[in-house]
């Protein structure tokens, strides 16, 4: 499996880009944790290896385009963490509920759910790109 380190920098952004494959995603996962740790984000680690794990999965499964690499972002916010997965497909997913007995399609409402907000966006170049962004502050006390 090939990691293209593209840009790295101590101002908050690691871009990486991975080959189309499965094993991309513990890989990005491991890269997140490492960010995360130099930024003193630890507190979200959880929910952000959730979100990019799903996002990478679904750009690994969804916007295999030939010959294409997909490339992660990480950026460090005033407020936390903004997840984005790059990739050449043009095909934009879509969030809806899937049955009770669905054995997939809990991706996207699952990111929903841990992300402050997502989206998909143009990017420049083909395809597009699905972002999530992720508070620092800690979940309210719900007892």
Same mark, same amino acid.
């Given at each position: 499996?090939?990691?293209?380190? &593209?840009?790295?920098?101590?101002?908050? #952004?690691?871009?990486?880009?991975?080959?189309?494959?499965?094993?991309?995603?513990?890989?990005?996962?491991?890269? #997140?944790?490492?960010?995360?740790?130099?930024?003193? #984000?630890?507190?979200?680690?959880?929910?952000?290896?959730?979100?990019?794990?799903?996002?990478? &999965?679904?750009?690994?499964?969804?916007?295999? *385009?030939?010959?294409?690499?997909?490339?992660?972002?990480? *950026?460090? &916010? !005033?407020?936390?963490?903004?997840?984005?997965?790059?990739?050449?497909?043009?095909?934009?997913?879509?969030?809806?509920?899937?049955?009770?007995?669905?054995?997939?399609?809990?991706?996207?409402?699952?990111?929903?759910?841990?992300?402050?907000?997502?989206?998909?966006?143009?990017?420049?170049?083909?395809?597009? #790109?699905?972002? !999530?962004?992720?508070?620092?502050?800690?979940?309210?006390?719900?007892?």
């Amino acid at each position: 499996m090939r990691q293209t380190p &593209t840009a790295r920098s101590d101002d908050g #952004l690691i871009v990486l880009r991975w080959n189309q494959g499965p094993k991309s995603v513990p890989l990005a996962r491991r890269a #997140l944790r490492r960010a995360l740790d130099a930024w003193g #984000l630890g507190i979200i680690e959880d929910a952000a290896s959730l979100v990019l794990s799903e996002l990478l &999965t679904n750009a690994v499964r969804h916007g295999l *385009v030939p010959g294409r690499e997909i490339e992660t972002r990480f *950026v460090a &916010t !005033a407020g936390g963490l903004r997840v984005e997965v790059h990739d050449a497909s043009e095909e934009r997913p879509l969030m809806s509920l899937p049955e009770d007995d669905a054995g997939g399609g809990w991706g996207l409402p699952l990111v929903d759910m841990l992300s402050e907000k997502w989206g998909v966006s143009d990017r420049h170049g083909p395809g597009k #790109l699905v972002w !999530a962004e992720l508070t620092s502050d800690p979940p309210p006390d719900c007892s």
